[in-house]
Nanobody
Framework: QVQLVESGGGLVQAGGSLRLSCAAS????????MGWFRQAPGKEREFVAAISWSGLSTYYTDSVKGRFTISRDNAKNTVYLQMNSLKPEDTADYYC?????????????????????WGQGTQVTVSS
């Protein structure tokens, strides 16, 4: 069982920045593909960003490209989401997720069906 705990959410003005962190339990974190998703009130959960086990591959949804950066520190079992130039439409609960199926490819995944474990979420509110 893998436990994921997000932190770093909060209230920020438009144009501001936040860094989300997701700490994972377990000794196999370095083999997990990690992703960030978000869910705004009344909307479906959507993919935000993903990173391969090695960190060599990343992928972003179009609306955050150039503003958000996903990274990981395998020594700390932690994945990060640096969010810059925040917009009110970024307001949502943000969830990190882990694909713990192993493998050595640098694939990343954008579908929530490809993730096995989820954190409890952290709220991000961007005021205009």
């Amino acid at each position: 069982q893998v436990q994921l705990v997000e932190s770093g959410g909060g209230l920020v003005q438009a144009g501001g920045s936040l860094r989300l962190s997701c700490a994972a339990s377990g000794r196999m974190f370095s083999r997990y593909v990690m992703g960030w998703f978000r869910q705004a009130p009344g909307k479906e959960r959507e993919f935000v960003a993903a990173i391969s086990w090695s960190g060599l591959s990343t992928y972003y949804t179009d609306s955050v490209k150039g503003r958000f950066t996903i990274s990981r520190d395998n020594a700390k079992n932690t994945v990060y989401l640096q969010m810059n130039s925040l917009k009110p439409e970024d307001t949502a609960d943000y969830y990190c997720a882990a694909n713990a199926r192993g493998g050595l490819s640098n694939d990343v995944y954008t579908s929530h069906y490809d993730y096995d474990y989820w954190g409890q979420g952290t709220q991000v509110t961007v005021s205009s």
